[in-house]
């Protein structure tokens, strides 16, 4: 049963030829989702859909593997997901403080995004640069040995982007 | 590309033994700058400095300069750092070299040959690029897993092979039986360096002697531990080393498949993987008939999850196989029923990374280092209220004293040691009683922690313990899998009474209830997460028992951590009314005009700590 049409949402052709690739490999669900999640940013209820189907495999056991992983992610974060690194040497050097000061800056919590989609605040567990702790990331950048003080311009620099 | 043989390889190492400029071979580019690009170099702004090298090279139009990327050399408090090598002069590191110091350098060193002396890092940074270092120097560093990051390009396949790299594969291919092999790791004594400790050789062995036409090696690169940064580091600064290793456990056990298990959070890590992975095959030293030889062998990366209990080994088979990483009962175990029910050897990277070097240089080398139990070097992570944070790696048995005090520069901003953790959410505490002790796998378990991963965070009189324990109890809620009830119940049940010694509702019965409840999890957990997740607290208790009694009978957190324990007041006498501290105040409780004593409004503080941190005249009593 390949595609069917009770899924509406489209996949890229590079994601569409990876989940081809994949398919008759034993163990790929989690590859597979990986690649869902680097296209969306998330893995909609739609993609998961269409995964099963494109897999044969029950949603069931699709959404028992997303739930069980901490890195996938079921709602759409914000344009550009703030990351603060809550591990041991962060956690020592002032990472909750971090946190604590984004939602002052932001007003909104953790794993909830601002009214305007730009934003959304994500505590995770250690991106191996605790010699630079405390530290966040944002879009794949690493902000290092971070002050308080430091967080409004930096804010304000992915606002503009 | 043709498959090429060992003397292929050969002769590229003679064709570059000049030196490492390997793209230079025109005799005026003789002066090299390496800038390194780890994740953590980058963080700190590595990329910019490589471009203003570049830029500043091109301006002041100088023709006999190269400059690289290498991985880190570990100085994470120094970064982003470049090294300069000039013909005939020491070669010479520099720190924190951001744009402006870049184009100091260029200026003063490299053209008026004048060491920029402000920027230079000379001890603890020298012990780790000394080449070979003898017996008798005061070094207290020693790179074997570490020997080629921030040396080589690791996108470079070339400048590995200079450095002896796949030597050690064909070495084994044509010159060693499998048994061979074993025996040599047999004689290094190396043993795992994921956390158990288990003898290599000896899990080698059990599926060497499994029959079975399909076998896999799988390299644990899930570094879980937060705190822990070597695996990543290494796998970015020498990706070579650790696949060749897992080709040569591949031939000791008969496996002709690698799987690269590692964290979807390190991109940088995985890059130079698949790069590293794609050179070697051009070079036929992956794939079919290896180097020319009968063997076989090749890779695939899977990526974890963030989940982790996926570093413990039947969880880890479990998530390859695309299924939700939960562990299962052991026996049977891996090496002889693992991925997909064949033999399977797990090993982490660091392990990995000493594979080659014990087989170049023999186990009897290897076991010279070490102690009589723990042979080799071990690296660890080095972070936390430290001056120097960083990666080091220093043999089996140096004592924390000289980890800390002598290459870690001692505890930051002047304050005092309170305790070392090391093994992570696994491990323990090491107090001041400890710091003379020569650490190896044996010595840290007699003291209730353990080696773990490599993690060592240090931490010092404003953390509180109870706190700490805490945090590693809480992670552990959320890390549970939750397949067993022990654990699953056990470390929620600890959180919860931790949580009520934080807030003041302490009672004595509780630390005993603790302990109760950390033995039985040690005993009737299902995995290694559950079985050590008592650690962290358990040993807190032992150590620091008077200040956890504080919080119990006074009420009192003499770190100042636990929120619910501490009053913040202005000392009249000292304070001067500056207006700093009530401007900082996040929920404006803080009263006073100009030049007159201030005051907090109790009931309104949040006990955020601000006017205690900015008050310059330690007017600001937390209590
Ligand atoms: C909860 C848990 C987490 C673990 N995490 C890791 C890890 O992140 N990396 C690792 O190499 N080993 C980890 N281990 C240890 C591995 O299960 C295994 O012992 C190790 O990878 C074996 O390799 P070695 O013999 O080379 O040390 C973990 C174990 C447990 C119980
Ligand atoms: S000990 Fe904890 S992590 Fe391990 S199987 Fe049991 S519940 Fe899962
Ligand atoms: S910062 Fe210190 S000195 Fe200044 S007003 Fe506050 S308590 Fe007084
Ligand atoms: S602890 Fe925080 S809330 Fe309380 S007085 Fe000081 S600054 Fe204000
Ligand atoms: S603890 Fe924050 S990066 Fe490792
Ligand atoms: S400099 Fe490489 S890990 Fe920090």
């Not at chain 1, 939602?103 to 995770?124: K, P, Q, W």
Request: proline share 4%; glycine share 10%.
């Amino acid at each position: 049963m390949a595609e069917v049409n009770t899924s509406t949402i489209e996949f890229s052709k590079e994601l569409s030829s990876f989940i081809e690739k994949w398919k008759n490999k034993q163990g790929n669900l989690v590859m597979i989702l990986h690649k869902v999640q680097g296209e969306f940013g998330y893995i909609p209820r739609n993609a998961a859909i269409k995964v099963s189907h494109m897999l044969d495999t029950p949603l069931a056991k699709i959404y028992g593997v997303i739930t069980f992983y901490n890195f996938f992610k079921l709602e759409k974060p914000g344009e550009h997901n703030i990351q603060v690194c809550t591990g041991t040497a962060c956690y020592l050097k002032g990472g909750v403080d971090l946190i604590d000061e984004l939602e002052i800056l932001l007003g909104i919590g953790v794993n909830t995004v601002t009214d305007d989609g730009l934003f959304s605040i994500e505590s995770v567990r250690c991106i191996g640069c605790c010699g630079l702790a405390p530290v966040i990331l944002i879009d794949g950048e690493v902000f290092g040995k971070l002050e308080k003080d430091q967080l409004p311009e930096i804010i304000a620099k992915f606002r503009d982007k | 590309m043709a498959t090429k043989t060992r003397e292929d390889l050969r002769k590229i190492r003679e064709d570059h033994k000049a030196g490492m400029v390997l793209e230079n071979k025109e005799e005026e580019k003789n002066i090299e700058i390496i800038v390194g690009k780890g994740t953590c170099g980058i963080a700190a702004g590595a990329d910019k400095t490589f471009d203003a090298i570049i830029k500043e090279i091109e301006e002041k139009d100088i023709k006999n300069i190269t400059v690289r990327h290498a991985g880190c050399m570990g100085l994470c408090y120094a970064e982003p750092t470049i090294k300069v090598i000039i013909p005939g002069q020491p070669e010479t590191l520099y720190g924190n070299v951001d744009s402006e110091a870049a184009r100091k350098i260029i200026e003063r060193h490299i053209i008026y040959g004048r060491q920029v002396e402000s920027l230079i890092f000379d001890k603890p940074a020298v012990d780790i690029f000394k080449e070979e270092q003898d017996d008798n120097s005061d070094y207290k560093q020693y790179r074997i897993v570490l020997r080629n990051c921030g040396v080589i390009d690791p996108e470079k396949i070339d400048e590995y092979i200079v450095r002896d790299g796949y030597s050690a594969l064909g070495k084994v291919l044509f010159e060693m039986s499998p048994d061979d092999v074993i025996n040599e790791i047999k004689k290094s004594g190396l043993r795992g360096r994921g956390g158990a400790g288990f003898p290599t050789w000896m899990k080698w062995s059990f599926s060497k002697s499994v029959k079975n036409d399909k076998k896999y090696i799988i390299c644990n690169a899930d570094e879980g531990d937060p705190g822990a940064y070597m695996d990543r580091s290494t796998l970015e600064g020498d990706p070579h080393s650790v696949l060749e290793a897992m080709a040569i456990a591949g031939y000791a056990i008969g496996a002709n498949e690698g799987i690269i298990y590692i964290r979807a959070e390190y991109p940088l890590a995985i890059t130079k993987l698949e790069i590293a992975i794609d050179q070697a095959r051009e070079y036929g030293l992956f794939g079919s008939n290896i180097m020319g030889s009968k063997f076989n062998f090749d890779f695939e990366i899977r990526l974890g999850a963030g989940a982790f209990v996926c570093g413990e080994e039947t969880a880890l088979i479990k998530s390859i196989e695309g299924d939700r990483g939960m562990p299962i009962p052991k026996p049977p175990f891996p090496a002889i029923e693992g991925l997909w029910g064949r033999p399977t050897i797990i090993n982490n990277v660091e392990t990995l990374a000493n594979i080659p070097v014990i087989i170049n240089k023999g186990g009897d080398w290897f076991a010279k280092l070490g102690t009589e139990k723990s042979k080799g070097t071990k690296v660890f992570a080095l972070t936390g209220k430290i001056k120097n944070s960083g990666l080091i790696e220093v043999p089996m048995g140096t004592t924390l004293r000289e980890i800390v005090f002598d290459i870690g520069g001692g505890i930051s901003n002047g304050k005092a040691f309170k305790a070392v953790q090391t093994g992570g959410p696994s491990g323990g505490v090491l107090t001041e009683d400890f710091l003379d002790t020569p650490i190896d796998f044996d010595s840290l378990v007699a003291v209730g922690s353990m080696m773990g991963s490599g993690g060592m965070i240090v931490m010092d009189e404003d953390d509180c313990m109870v706190d700490i324990a805490k945090f590693y109890l809480e992670f552990c809620v959320e890390e549970s899998c939750g397949k067993c009830a022990p654990c699953r119940i056990g470390t929620k049940k600890i959180y919860e009474l931790l949580d009520k010694i934080s807030i003041g509702n302490g009672e004595i019965e509780d630390l005993q209830k603790i302990k109760d409840m950390g033995e039985a999890m040690k005993k009737a957990s299902l995995c290694g997460l559950g079985q050590t997740a008592p650690n962290p607290v358990l040993s807190v208790i032992k150590a620091f028992e008077e200040e956890i009694m504080e919080h119990i009978n006074d009420k009192k957190c003499r770190a100042g951590k636990c929120k619910d324990l501490v009053t913040y007041t202005i000392d009249e006498e000292k304070c001067i009314g500056c207006t700093v501290c009530a401007r900082k105040c996040p929920v404006n409780c803080i009263e006073g005009e100009r030049k007159m004593v201030h005051i907090i409004d109790q009931s309104h503080c949040i006990k955020c700590g601000a006017c205690f941190e900015v008050c310059k005249f330690n007017a600001v009593i937390v209590s």
